[in-house]
Each structure stands twice: as C-alpha cells, then as structure tokens.
C-alpha cells in the first residue's frame, strides 16, 4: 500500500512539473485555435475527444467494481460521478462540436489517453483494491464536496453550451458575454476545476487529490493560453477579465 501512495504521489509532482514546464516556456497544445500542423499526425477533432476521453470512463468504474475491497455507499457514489462525467465527455460533447473539418495531432490524444488512463487507474485501484474508509455516507466533508462537484459541473457546462453556440457556421470567433465570462475567459475550464475539486473532497483520499492536481496543472496553462489569444485576436476584448480564476488570475 506504501508502495502505491508513493506512486500516486510521483505521479501528482509529474503533473505540477508539467504545469511549471508549460508555463515557463508557454506552450500551447495545438489543437482547437491553436491548432499546428507541426506536431505530426493528425486525425478528426470530434473523434480525437472521444477516443481522449474513453480510458477514463472505462478504467476506473471497472477496477473500482471488480476490486476485492467492498463496496460502500460512498464509493458507489464516485463510481457515479466520474461515470456521469465521463460518459458525457466521451459520448454526447464531442458530437455536439461544430468544428467542421477541424483537426487534432495525434501526439495529443496519446498524451490525453495516458492522462486519463492513469488517473482513471489510480482511482479505481484505490476504491477496488486499496480503500479501507469507514467515512459516513452524509458526513460534512460529502456533503460540501458534492454541492462543489455540482456546481463546478453546472459552470462547465453552460460555458461550453455557451461556446459552441458561438461557434457560428463559417462564422468565426465571437467574444463570449455573460455569466462568467463577464470575469474570466474559460469558465469552461474553471469549472471542471471546480468539480473535481468537489470530487476530492469527497473522496477525501491521495489518488482523488492527484486527479485535481492534474487537473488544475492541466487546464490553468491551457486557459492562459486561451486569455492571450483573446487578447491578441479582439482588439475590443474585455481588460477587466482574467484568464481562469474569477479577479485573481
């Protein structure tokens, strides 16, 4: 069990090491407007996210089920949220992208399959075969990290129904307006922060809190990256607003 944690915990300074490396140098993933023909192969956008997506959403319910550890009402309560998730991510929001003839290089969706197998793995180990807790189904810290969970997925979505909305056919960008996006420019981004944030809290455990390093150390540098091409792409575009954390950053 030592052995695991310490690996989780490696795993988690891999992904804040990733964040510095993507900051400091400010590389941007190509994909989507930052899309590169340089980074080599590339294949259809839609079923990029869709094969990115899959490992987590198969992974982790599978060892988390079939592990010898019993299962509680908490732990089929994470089963839930991530499988709810993820079905989502992988079965309804790639298809609903109009990003006609768009393109994804193929070096992301290996990187994005390693980045979801993983966290996928660790969680599920860890509530299959690892997990001992005897926390109470309605205790505080389950209580606040689902009202967290929930309403970080609610951000998330409607930012992203509100961005591809403004993806107009042949159209081009638009300044997304309202909600969030009155503050910072990826609400999209700070939500799904913000739900597995609410997921960590939950679970209350190592693999869970690694899974919402990643997570941030992920999504921060890819909203930052987002903010400057607003910036350098409307030249009306709003100076009050930040990148992903409403009035800090």
């Known amino acids: ?133 005897s926390q109470e189904f309605l205790s505080l810290n389950v209580i606040v990290g689902l009202i967290v969970f929930c309403l970080g997925m609610i951000i998330n979505r409607h930012a992203d129904k509100k961005l591809i909305a403004l993806r107009k056919k042949d159209q081009g960008y638009f300044i997304p307006k309202g909600g969030l996006f009155n503050y910072i420019s990826c609400p999209n981004h700070f939500g799904e922060i913000v739900e597995w944030a609410g997921f960590a809290i939950i679970a209350w455990s190592v693999p869970a809190l690694s899974f919402f390093i990643w997570t941030f150390c992920n999504l921060v540098p890819r909203a930052l990256n987002h903010h400057q091409w607003y910036q350098s792409y409307f030249k009306d575009y709003p100076n009050n607003r930040k990148a992903v954390i409403p009035f800090i950053w």
């Open 1 to 133: 069990m030592t052995d695991f944690y310490t690996l989780v915990w490696i795993w988690a300074g891999i992904g804040i090491l990733v964040f510095f490396i993507l900051v400091f140098f400010k590389i941007k993933a190509p994909y989507g407007r930052h899309s590169s023909d340089q980074w080599g192969p590339v294949i259809d956008n839609k079923w990029g996210w869709f094969w990115m997506e899959l490992p987590a959403f198969i992974v982790m319910p599978l060892l988390a089920l079939t592990g010898p550890e019993p299962q509680t009402s908490l732990s089929y309560l994470l089963v839930f949220l991530w499988s709810y998730h993820y079905f989502f991510r992988t079965f309804i929001f790639p298809f609903r992208l109009k990003t006609k003839n768009k393109k994804i290089p193929l070096v992301i969706v290996c990187s994005a399959l390693l980045f979801n197998g993983v966290n996928g793995l660790v969680n599920g180990y860890y509530l299959g075969f690892v997990s001992q807790s």
